[in-house]
């Protein structure tokens, strides 16, 4: 098992970045894929970004390609992620996530573990 909580959001104007941090606890971190997603009021989660055990291999989501990037440290039972160019519509709760699957995925129901989430607001 696994608990996960994330750090780092806040309010930024946009084209401003953050950077949001995902400390995982247990001791098999290096066993899991990770993911991020986001909530927006009104809307349903939605996938940002995923990257696999070994950190070779990612994946993101239409909206946030080209800005965003994954990236995890085993070692400090760490996942990342930098948000580059924010939006007003990038405004939502973040949240990180964690699967035993061998491949990334990329669907909120393929994932057994998430964090509490951390609030990320992009100002015009």
């Known amino acids: 098992q696994v608990q996960l909580v994330e750090s780092g959001g806040g309010l930024v104007q946009a084209g401003g970045s953050l950077r949001l941090s995902c400390a995982a606890s247990?001791?098999?971190?290096?066993?899991?894929?990770m993911g991020w997603f986001r909530q927006a009021p009104g809307k349903e989660r939605e996938f940002v970004a995923t990257i696999d055990r070994s950190g070779d291999q990612t994946r993101y989501g239409d909206s946030v390609k080209g800005r965003f990037t994954i990236s995890r440290d085993n070692a400090k039972k760490m996942v990342s992620l930098q948000m580059n160019s924010l939006t007003p519509e990038d405004t939502a709760v973040y949240y990180c996530?964690?699967?035993?699957?061998?491949?990334?995925?990329?669907?909120?129901?393929?994932?057994?573990?998430w964090g509490q989430g951390t609030q990320v607001t992009v100002s015009s």
């Open positions: 247990g001791r098999t971190f290096s066993s899991y894929a």
């Open positions: 996530a964690a699967t035993q699957d061998f491949i990334i995925r990329t669907r909120t129901g393929e994932y057994d573990y």
